[in-house]
């Protein structure tokens, strides 16, 4: 059973800095790309960031040369650095990842950048 479960929100000053983390199970990580989702208020969900197996990655417009993001085959772990973070970065960050073409998503971790 694929599970993806998401940790490291929380609430941060504008500007500050973030990492989150997501740790799978249930597949073989090695072989799927892992991405990032999030989803405001109001809003709807869309992509933040992803990395294939190859390494390449992906950035959402409003995130590019703030978020990285990462990827630790050995430890089936997938990571997103948020640096420069502003109040519109306040959501709800789910990890994603599309097996066999069924996609699967993690609970979330609520980012709250706020003064």
């Known amino acids: 059973q694929v599970q993806l479960v998401e940790s490291g929100g929380g609430l941060v000053q504008p500007g500050g800095s973030l990492r989150l983390s997501c740790v799978a199970s249930?597949?073989?990580?090695?072989?799927?790309?892992l991405g990032w989702y999030r989803q405001a208020p109001g809003k709807e969900r869309e992509l933040v960031s992803d990395i294939t197996v190859t390494g390449k990655v992906n950035y959402g417009d409003s995130v590019k040369d703030r978020f990285t993001i990462s990827r630790d085959n050995a430890k089936n772990m997938v990571y997103l650095q948020m640096n420069s973070l502003k109040p519109e970065d306040t959501a709800e960050y789910y990890c994603?990842?599309?097996?066999?073409?069924?996609?699967?998503w993690g609970k979330g971790t609520l980012v709250t950048v706020s003064s």
């Open positions: 249930g597949f073989n990580f090695q072989l799927f790309t």
């Open positions: 994603y990842t599309s097996v066999y073409g069924r996609h699967y």
